[in-house]
């Protein structure tokens, strides 16, 4: 049975990820503890919430060399949702916040008028479709999305999304108010989803499952 | 591009039974809360609601165990709604699986609630509940306790307050039109819709898959309907056709241990009819497809 940690640092709704991952087979331990997250075999980094104070919360609880070890060791890392922004330069959410620079990329608010008209709702609350893209240095069937239909819809709630620096690191697009965004990402043993696979049905646990075997 | 409209059944729940009544009264017990919920999962739901329907009479959401239960078989968001009237209660329900809960009658009295929940754990999780009734004067009212209780707050003032207090969604529902089979209250919609900038879900009236792409075009973001699903895959033990076809893994009249549950025993008839044209989630996706209406298709 494969081992996945996943981080506990206070943010977010762990249970559903845990169990998901459960019933896709995994052996799944919840850890508030950052030397075990380091000797993982393989982690996830969840979050919801705001960028800034969840970079300071992995800080104050020594998780930031913790995950930036893990990274180097070349054992695969998944952040979802915000746990995926992190894995970023940068972001904008409330002024700018240094992420763990894994992913050249910036993190940046939809905007809900464009030229004084309404385009989106913020924050996008949405079942998305997810676009492949062609320039990826991980092609869709190598990444966390193998066996995944291409144009498969994932669930999201986000208001900032993500731009690489390099249209490499995108593995897929999604479109949302005018917008094309990276929702799953991934640059050596590095992933994201921006979407809560836990939450989206078969296509999301197919994708946890693709994580075990990575 | 324009979004996906999310179609989400939703369950009233005593115990542990799905109920349903008209103008939130007359409740009959249809079946096992949990088998609907995987049944919906199953059948492409794009959410769930989970109301608790008796927590209004106990002061405390008693879904807890519920929502656990059904987390290893039901991979998409819940929002759990009914007594809850803390920021503790909040966390309790959102460790339990809820993805989402929605607050009325608490936030009426504490509108901080909103506010402090959306701090603590997103504005993405907190949901108003807003529970509207049109007086004769033509006005919409908030109304408390599971539409039991009027308050003098104006229905449409409050939906922009919410906003402001930072909830994320907003789960609107006409008290006059639930339950009723006639259709959404395609004005109350329009009203908040264009005041708001946050997701609006729009409950309460849904009688044919016609009025779901109505509601869309009023401007609700997603739909939400009950007895219009339920009674698709509910059938009392006379006419048990639609669970055959579903592999008949409802189990209907079986382990109900609280309410009416004449329903399930005698089936339809009295004055108590059902007064909608049931539909599976998925006829009800084909038909706002085919209205215009972009929704996820689950294969």
Known sequence: MKRVTIIDYGLGNLFNLETALRVVGADAVVTSDPAEAQRAERLVLPGVGAFGPGMKVLREKSFEPAIREFAASGRPLLGICLGMQFLMTESEEDGVHGGFDFIAGRVVRFESEQAGERVCKVPQISWNALVENERAERPWAESVLRDVPVGANMYFVHSYYVKTVSPAATVAYTEYGGQRYSSVVGQGNVHGAQFHPERSGAHGLHLLKNFLEL | ?299
């Open chain 2, 1 to 299: 591009m324009i979004n996906l409209v999310r179609v989400i059944p939703r369950l009233d729940i005593k115990g542990p039974n799905l109920i349903k009544g008209i103008q939130f009264d007359g409740h009959r017990v249809l079946g096992l809360a949990e088998e609907f919920a995987e049944i919906y999962y199953a059948e492409g739901a794009d959410e769930l609601i989970y109301q608790d329907a008796v927590a209004s009479l106990y002061r405390r959401n008693g879904l807890v165990d519920v929502v656990k239960r059904v987390a290893e078989k039901v991979f998409i968001p819940i929002t759990v709604a009914g007594g809850i009237r803390s920021v503790e209660d909040i966390r309790t329900l959102l460790r339990s699986g809820a993805d989402k809960v929605a607050i009325n009658t608490a936030a009426i009295e504490s509108p901080e609630l909103l506010s402090l929940g959306a701090r603590e754990f997103g504005s993405q999780c907190i949901v108003s509940a807003i529970e509207a009734f049109r007086g004769s004067d033509g006005k919409y009212r908030c109304w408390v306790d599971y539409g039991r209780e009027p308050t003098a707050v104006d229905a449409i003032e409050w939906a922009q307050r919410v906003v402001d207090l930072g909830v994320g969604e907003i789960l609107l529902t006409s008290i006059n039109y639930e339950g009723m089979g006639s259709g959404y209250d395609l004005d109350l919609i329009a009203a908040v819709a264009s005041r708001v900038t946050v997701p609006l879900i729009a409950c309460g009236g849904a009688g044919c898959v016609d009025d779901l792409a109505k509601a869309v075009a009023a401007g609700a973001d997603a739909v939400s309907a009950a007895s219009l699903f339920h009674y698709c895959y509910a059938r009392p033990k006379p006419l048990r056709k639609t669970m055959q076809e579903v592999g008949g893994r409802l189990r209907m009249g079986e382990q109900i241990d609280a309410g009416n549950i004449d329903f399930l025993n005698h089936g339809y008839g009295g004055e108590r009819a059902i007064m909608v044209e049931p539909s599976s989630i998925g006829n009800a996706k084909n038909k706002m497809s085919t209205a215009g209406v972009r929704v996820r298709d689950v294969h």
